[in-house]
């Protein structure tokens, strides 16, 4: 079982350029159905990317190519896009989705862009680190918040 397990760790790892490392409390996969799920304080790590969550199922492809992350419970993260920017944040879902560098967050998010001193508080949150784009829902009885830091009026 032991073999197993580090067998799927290392195909996952070998997958992408970087590093990626996942260390969790418990770990199960279906190889004929593309699932490997980690549960209990689940920390995955890949250069300087990291995402944290109670429960993380990676779904690959039929090359073993990973093609999306769904993340569940408590997640936090931290995301460098292409272009060096920070993002720090949280959600109860966090979806990724690899060939597309595209992250989709759900229900109570905060995104943080810590170069730029921007926050978005909402229900569902995308962003494209691509494109370098990013966009917002809120619930249906809360609106979208956006916090922008102005510089000082040095008039004042």
Known sequence: MKLFISSCILTL???VAQELKIKA????ADEKKGVSVFEGKVHIL???DELNAHKVTVYTDEKNQPIKY????DASFTIVTKDGSVYKGKAQKVVYQPK???????????????DEKK????NEVVLKTI??????????SEPVIMIFKMPQDEEK
């Not at 926050?119 to 909402?122: C, K, Y």
């Open 119 to 122: 926050e978005i508080i909402g």
């Open 13 to 15: 790892a070998s997958l």
């Open 25 to 28: 409390n418990s770990f199960h």
């Open 70 to 73: 769904i993340a569940k419970g």
């Open 100 to 114: 597309e560098k595209e992250y989709h967050f759900f229900t109570d998010v905060y995104l943080r862009q810590l």
């Open 46 to 48: 890949r250069d300087k």
């Open 131 to 140: 494109e370098g784009k990013a966009y917002a829902k809120g619930a249906k």
